[in-house]
């Protein structure tokens, strides 16, 4: 074999470094987009490592490479649709007195937007009716979205009272979003947040 002759190829599958390299940079949110997507089709059950691979256009070992579990996959998928960090600014960015308005607002500004509204629908659903989905939710809520919030609350029993807070507006988004029951599912946004708005300021903002 002479020096220039192409080295011989390897049988088998590539290395998980040699797929993540030839993927590019762009394949983990290829990867994120597809679980979102396939969470939200399909549900927790039926969704896939293979078939978020499959809708990514990567190899299944390229998920795993990246997220390692489908529950970790989920956790993922629900950190990207949440952003935490914009959740918090958000709603600690402002005069205390307006904190409730603020969450009431955001909430539902984000369930208003077509984009975000059916990976959060396909988020809830899986947490109703599998029990590892609920897990994944309880800890990213609990641990990245409220436990940062109660952190900033001068308030006594600050976590209770963010959790208090986190189930009215979940509450709220299973009967307009998911059960669909009239009046609340066709009211105007803006009367929502003016009727909520003070309910979230006594759990958040009284002592």
């Not at 293979?50 to 809708?55: K, M, N, Q, S, T």
């Not at 807070?165 to 009211?187: N, T």
């Not at 947040?193 to 002592?207: D, H, I, K, N, S």
Request: charged share 30%.
């Amino acid at each position: 074999m002479t020096e220039d002759a192409p080295a011989p190829r390897r049988r088998g599958r590539p290395s998980r470094e040699a797929a993540a390299s030839r993927e590019g940079p762009d394949a983990r949110t290829r990867i994120l987009e597809a679980a979102r997507t396939e969470f939200a089709e399909r549900g927790y059950d039926r969704t896939s490592i293979r078939g978020i691979a499959r809708a990514a256009g990567v190899d299944a070992a390229l998920v795993h490479h990246y997220f390692g579990t489908k529950d970790e996959v989920f956790a993922a998928a629900v950190e990207v649709t949440f952003e935490p960090a914009l959740v918090v600014h958000t709603v600690l960015g402002g005069p205390p007195e307006g904190l409730g308005e603020r969450l009431a607002r955001f909430f539902l500004s984000v369930w208003e937007d077509p984009a975000t509204r059916s990976p959060l629908l396909a988020i809830l659903r899986s947490a109703l009716t599998h029990e590892a989905a609920a897990k994944v939710l309880r800890e990213f809520v609990l641990r990245r979205l409220l436990e940062r919030i109660a952190a900033e609350l001068d308030v006594p029993d600050a976590t209770f009272r963010a959790e208090l807070a986190a189930s009215h507006m979940i509450g709220i988004a299973m009967l307009r979003y998911v059960i669909r029951a009239e009046p609340l599912a066709s009211a105007d946004p803006e009367d929502i947040v003016a009727m909520v708005a003070p309910t979230l300021q006594r759990y958040l903002g009284e002592r």
